[in-house]
């Protein structure tokens, strides 16, 4: 079965500074990544996803995550943290559900961060 | 824009008493997923429609049913709600398949008083 941890559940950056956000995921197959942002009480933002194809994906708000298949990672990065950045991330792993044809996700236990002006 | 809408935001309910959450979609995507997602935990699937073929995790309790009337319209009934079914509840769509994207709506959270 699908697995994804995420270490860190706290993580406090300064405004300004970069951020990564680390992603470990265990699926005996290509893996479908995904990472969303959930705001509080809100629901969940897609901020970018990866199918195949280049490694290195693009996502919005300025995020960006890495693909290694040797390191069954798939991290989170931006440049430079907004205030607005601060939010909860969860890293998810997509399985097709071969019985009813929808895309399960599995979810990490998500990070939550915190952003110091 | 399409979306994807839960109503209530927010649901306050006696324990015991039933009660039910919806959600809508103008996507037109033919899967719609209900997920629990308790105090600092990751989400959980529930179930999941394609189309109007129903599809359970296997670790759902009986306690909790859906029903999808039409493609745009879906709705999770709890039939007796106990203290720990309180969390906040995600509606999401996608189109079939493992490489699609699923899109959420805002959640609705639900007290157990």
């Known amino acids: 079965a699908q697995s994804v941890t995420q270490p860190d559940i706290h993580i406090t950056v300064s405004e300004g500074a970069s951020l990564e956000l680390r992603c470990n995921y265990s699926?005996?197959?290509?893996?479908?990544l995904f990472w969303y942002v959930q705001s509080p009480g809100q629901g969940l933002q897609l901020l970018l996803k990866?199918?195949?194809?280049?490694?290195l994906v693009q996502g919005i708000k300025g995020f960006e995550a890495e693909f290694k298949r040797s390191q069954s990672s798939f991290n989170l990065r931006k440049p430079s943290v907004h205030w607005s950045d601060a939010a909860e991330y969860f890293c998810?792993?997509?399985?097709?559900?071969?019985?009813?044809?929808?895309?399960?996700?599995?979810f990490g236990t998500g990070t939550q961060l915190k952003v110091e002006l | 824009d399409a979306m994807v809408i839960q109503n209530p935001r927010y649901q306050v309910t006696q324990f015991g008493k039933p009660v039910t959450l919806s959600c809508s979609q103008t996507?037109?995507?033919?899967?719609m997923y209900w997920y629990q997602q308790k105090s600092s935990q990751a989400p959980k699937l529930l179930f999941h429609?394609?189309?109007?073929?129903?599809?359970n995790e296997a670790d759902t309790p009986d306690n909790f049913q859906s029903r999808r009337p039409n493609t745009s319209f879906c709705f999770l009934d709890i039939r007796s709600p106990g203290l720990g079914d309180a969390a906040m509840y995600l509606c999401?769509?996608?189109?079939?398949?493992?490489?699609?994207?699923?899109?959420f709506g805002q959640g609705t959270r639900l007290t157990v008083v």
């Open positions: 990866y199918f195949s194809g280049d490694t």
């Open positions: 999401a769509t996608s189109r079939w398949g493992a490489s699609t994207e699923a899109f």
């Open positions: 699926y005996g197959a290509t893996p479908y």
């Open positions: 429609y394609y189309d109007k073929d129903f599809n």
């Open positions: 998810a792993v997509g399985s097709l559900i071969l019985t009813g044809g929808g895309n399960k996700l599995t």
């Open positions: 996507l037109n995507h033919n899967v």
